[in-house]
């Protein structure tokens, strides 16, 4: 496995354990209004989410998802399969651009204004680390609500899970 797999693969199991945490939780505290983050914890979960569809859609050259409506409380169960396909085409794209070696490459970013290039090696790395810093402010969120034995989120954890299935 290479390095691209294993930030991917871990990004996506990392942010199914916070979802699985949050199945815990009724809806007044998933929607608890919090001084970090996008405010609330589905609202933190649906923004980190949406940023992988809209990356990997602009990336690939297709068509930008709409964003399902604020009003909208999607259960931790919805936003777990909306994760699920999210992390299935964020890496095909960008298992696309490493069989390319495109790193470098550049395409228009159209919701940009103006439209503005980007490279898909900066574009893939920032959609990685934007979920971990979102992730950082769930833990914070979680923990400010009593849970305790939170996943730390780390590679390592990640890898020797894995390793252990």
């Known amino acids: 496995m290479d390095l691209l797999d294993r930030l991917l693969e871990h990004d996506a199991w990392t942010t199914h354990q916070l979802i699985e945490r949050c199945e815990e939780l009724p809806d007044e505290q998933l929607d608890r209004d919090f001084d970090i983050g996008h405010r ?20 690939a050259g297709v068509a930008v998802p709409r964003s399902t409506s604020l009003d909208h409380q999607e259960s931790m169960e919805d936003l777990g399969r909306r994760l699920d396909v999210a992390a299935q085409r964020l890496a095909h794209v960008a298992t696309s651009v490493a069989d390319r070696e495109a790193w470098d490459d550049r395409w228009l970013d159209i919701l940009d204004e103006p439209p503005g290039e980007k490279t898909y090696g900066g574009a893939i790395a920032h959609v990685i680390t934007h979920s971990m810093h979102h992730r ?17 989120g780390d590679v390592l954890s990640w890898e020797h899970q894995r390793a252990s299935v």
């Open 40 to 59: 609330s914890i589905r609202a933190t979960l649906r923004h980190i989410i949406s940023n992988m569809e809209v990356w990997s859609a602009l990336m």
């Open 136 to 152: 950082a402010q769930l833990l914070y969120m979680l923990g400010q609500l009593g849970l305790r034995d939170l996943p730390e």
